[in-house]
């Protein structure tokens, strides 16, 4: 796991692929139902995830991902609504969004009046269609941002069809020939949304097999990997 430290009474972790009881191409930490995976041992591994972290898996709360830019309240146990975001205010809740090369975001109220988090699933459709701004907009407040282990500008080459929205969204920076920077364009999403404190990952998904899934490095069938957190 890489932790993050959140400003404020929280527990913050982005997941690798390493430590769980998943084999194949799901070896070996895989968090999602979804991939074809068995489901007891996505559970399994939900359950290390979750106890590693200190957090309770019967009270995990997450979303049925949808590239959206739909941010939900995280319920304690409540799985698969849809959406790209959860947040919460409750003490013990934890919220978990998955990736495999789309950009897991953690968002953290930092002025202490009131605690609370959201994480959120951004690729690229959900980046251009507002999902880091509803992600901060959740909270209010001053917020606290970390961006993690996603598909970096090294390895994610696009046609000119989102090459071109992304020029004209973020400025010709946010490409570097035919690569598209996703943790850039997150960046200046947070920026735009008025977070000043962010934190960068910067571990390319794809460059990383023993460390991380990559859907554009290995297809399908795949696992996939996350960011937990909870107000503790």
């Not at 996603?150 to 989102?162: D, F, L, N, R, T």
């Amino acid at each position: 796991m890489i932790r993050w430290a959140a400003p404020g009474p929280y527990e913050v972790v982005f997941s690798t692929r390493v430590g769980g009881v998943s084999d194949g191409p799901y070896a070996s930490l895989n968090l999602g139902r979804k991939t074809g995976d068995a489901v007891e041992r996505v559970d399994e591994n939900r359950a290390i995830l979750c106890e590693r972290a200190g957090a309770d898996v019967d009270k995990l709360a997450m979303n049925r991902q949808t590239h959206s830019a739909r941010v939900n309240r995280g319920e304690a146990g409540v799985l698969g609504g849809a959406g790209d975001g959860l947040w919460t205010d409750e003490s013990g809740v934890p919220l978990l969004a998955v990736t495999a090369d789309c950009v897991p975001i953690a968002l953290a109220c930092s002025n202490g009046d009131r605690p609370a988090l959201c994480v959120l699933h951004a690729g690229r459709i959900g980046i251009l269609g507002g999902i880091v701004e509803a992600g901060v907009a959740s909270l209010g407040g001053a917020v606290a941002a970390a961006i993690g282990p996603a598909i970096g500008p090294c390895c994610y080459e696009v046609g000119e069809e989102v090459a071109a929205p992304y020029r004209t969204r973020f400025g010709a920076a946010v490409m570097r020939g035919r690569k598209l920077d996703l943790w850039r364009a997150v960046e200046l999403s947070l920026l735009q949304a008025g977070v000043r404190s962010i934190e960068r990952v910067d571990l390319c998904t794809a460059c990383s097999p023993n460390l991380f899934f990559s859907h554009r490095r290995d297809g399908k069938p795949r696992g996939v990997q996350g960011v937990l957190a909870y107000v503790a």
